[in-house]
């Protein structure tokens, strides 16, 4: 059975079926949604050769801290021996989805934690009664989709349209076919923040859940995942309508993802795609990146900011469904960092990991939002071979490169260190720090 590869994939809706806070914008926070446009996934896929089993799962939420991968890894090794460096979780990143444990500590419900924890195992479980032995091919398509959200104007680095940014502009596509040729998975890697919707508080995957929608229509029997990539700093072009960026509407959406899906069946039609002869091997592991730490008095200033200058401590009960919540949010962290600033550590541990399917093929991936720039410095180590980056696998914070930290800017930690009970932004170096740990790991996995 050398080389020979089998796969397996599966999905199931994770739509709360109970009343649930939303999580995405500043301005729904502790409000529940008000209605569902579209279902939300969980989808999971199985990679099989004749040496490793490695599992990919992707959820459309905005992101969950690590208590959820790790149960899913534990449950993983003890049913299906699965070690624990061969499951991945990562989140389309929708905003337009229920408050999960990890950003919200606060309006999270266990009653839905748990609710999503069966609906990913039984995921899982039918994923492994669903296996066929076929093909892994590989190709990407370009597009004019996503826009940078950075740019320098008298020498602030401000959150609006930029169509000169740097911005990762292909789709990357993994295609696995059985053994007839018919096409049974869609594996989607795009990076752009699914964040445009004009319906703030109505449930919905947003433009990486319809895009799966599309495909799947068009490949009957087939199931699409998307993968979010490095898209902390662009936003879907649709949007940026003049110098600043506007809600979209659902037709839009749809109009967007249908663009998306017409290049990627084209390019499927071509038959100009890569095989990927298997050779699986999966590491996960954390690099230490120290953190620029902020004094307590200011996030005690902070704090008086949210407050209105007063002793009064957040409370659930502040939160009105009709009025604008979004200083409520930054009350609740700036109290949470204040309350605890001396145990908060001055460094996060971010959570990478790099899969190989193949000679020459790679998935890297790596936590929090990160920006497209460290897909740029990751790149360098491995040049001339095919990566697929994603990001999103856990919910700690705007992760840039050195670029972005000298240029500033929201995703370089001003203004988001607060919101996401940093003690302070990432240090520089942090080119360095990616490249020494990830050329370590691929070291090892060669060996």
Known sequence: MSNKLRFGVAKDIITPCTEITMTGFASVYGNPFQGIHDDLYVRTLLLQDENN?????????????????????????????????????????THYGPTTKGYDSIFFTEEYEDFLYQRITHCIDRTFLNIYEGTMEYSSVEGEWNISRRRMVNGVMEFIPNPDGERDKSIYILKLSDTAGKIKALAINFACHPSNLNAYRILSSEYPGRLCHLLEAQNYGCMALFFQGAGADTKLKMGAKSSKFHPITYDECNEVASSMALRIQNTLL????????????????????????????????????????????FDKSMVVPTEYSGSLLMWARAE????????????????????????????????????????????????????????????????????????????????????????????SGIDERFLEGFKNVLKCMEE
């Open 53 to 93: 089993s490695i599992i990919l799962i992707t959820l459309d939420i905005l992101f969950h801290d690590d208590s959820l991968p790790e149960a899913l890894r534990t449950f993983a090794f003890k049913k299906y021996g699965i070690p624990r460096d061969n499951l991945l979780v990562t989140y389309t990143h």
């Open 270 to 313: 071509n038959g100009k795609g890569q095989t990927i002869e298997p050779k699986l091997s999966s590491r996960m592991f954390q690099i230490k990146m120290p953190l620029e730490v902020y004094p307590c008095s200011f996030f005690k200033e902070e704090l008086q900011n949210f407050n209105g200058n007063t002793d009064k401590r």
């Open 336 to 427: 949470y960092v204040v309350d605890n600033y001396d145990e908060l550590p001055d460094y996060l541990m971010l959570n990478c990991g790099i899969i190989r399917l193949g000679e020459g093929f790679y998935i890297f991936t790596v936590g929090g939002e990160p920006s497209y720039d460290v897909k740029r410095v990751l790149q360098q180590l491995i040049p001339e071979d095919k990566i697929l980056f994603f990001g999103y696998n856990d919910a700690i914070a705007y992760v840039p490169s050195d670029k972005l930290l000298a240029e500033g800017g929201y995703e370089a930690g001003e203004r988001s260190v607060t919101e996401y009970c940093m003690k302070g932004k990432f240090k």
